[in-house]
């Protein structure tokens, strides 16, 4: 594998065949799994068995119990490897031609962390609201993440370029966003700009944004 990100189709692949929605690059998590009212899983993915990944690993196991590492060659000195992910209650996955076989699955380890009901609300939550998995886990973070937050503005931005400026109200219904009046008062991406109070045209810079990011007016 040349690239974290080239493991996470068949991660997804293997979590899919039972039966969970998976998305890729949730808050920070690699990949992530739910399915029905279960604990979310949490893969996280690396080229290579090494310290770094276990860490990511442990990090995760405050948000859930069921966290596994992914790797994409085979972890030298396997039997040392699979002790140290039973000690610390970490799945271990093994990713070579295109095909992702569990080695190990979590256990309760020794002692419990302690759970972040905050982060694992916030994890579920942009899993929830998130429109499809339009982003790799592993991608580079050099490469702006599909955030349910983004594809919000997007969807305001969409409307705007389609209609000319609207009130917030009718920008919020039409284009589904719920979080419009927020998203285009903090305006992070520069798209919106407030032309009368309570109305809102989309600028230069949100028309380049729906072209970098393929927007297609709706027929």
């Not at 093994?94 to 694992?120: F, I, N, Y």
Request: glycine share 10%; hydrophobic share 40%.
């Amino acid at each position: 594998m040349s690239l974290e990100s080239d493991l996470y189709a068949p991660v997804k692949a293997l979590l899919e065949g039972q039966g969970y929605s998976v998305k890729g690059e949730v808050r920070g998590c690699d990949v992530v799994a739910v399915r029905g009212v279960e604990p979310p899983i949490i893969v996280e993915l690396k080229r290579a068995f090494g310290i770094a990944v276990v860490l990511q690993g442990v990090s995760r196991l405050a948000i859930s119990d069921h966290v596994y590492l992914a790797v994409g060659a085979w972890p030298n000195n396997i039997r040392n490897v699979r002790k140290l992910c039973r000690r610390l209650g970490l799945g271990l996955i093994v990713v070579m031609k295109g095909r992702a076989d569990v080695l190990l699955d979590p256990a309760p380890p020794p002692v419990k962390p302690r759970k972040d009901k905050r982060r694992l609300g916030r994890l579920l939550g942009e899993h929830a609201r998130r429109v499809g998995d339009p982003t790799l886990g592993g991608s580079s973070t050099r490469v702006p993440l599909m955030t349910a937050y983004r594809q919000e503005a997007l969807r305001c931005a969409g409307f705007l370029a389609k209609n000319g400026p609207m009130k917030v109200a009718a920008i919020r219904l039409a284009a589904d966003a719920p979080k419009a009046a927020a998203i285009l008062s903090a305006d992070h991406y520069g798209w919106f700009e407030r032309t009368e109070r309570g109305i809102y045209a989309l600028t230069p810079k949100g028309r380049e944004g729906l072209q970098q990011h393929g927007w297609k007016e709706p027929s």
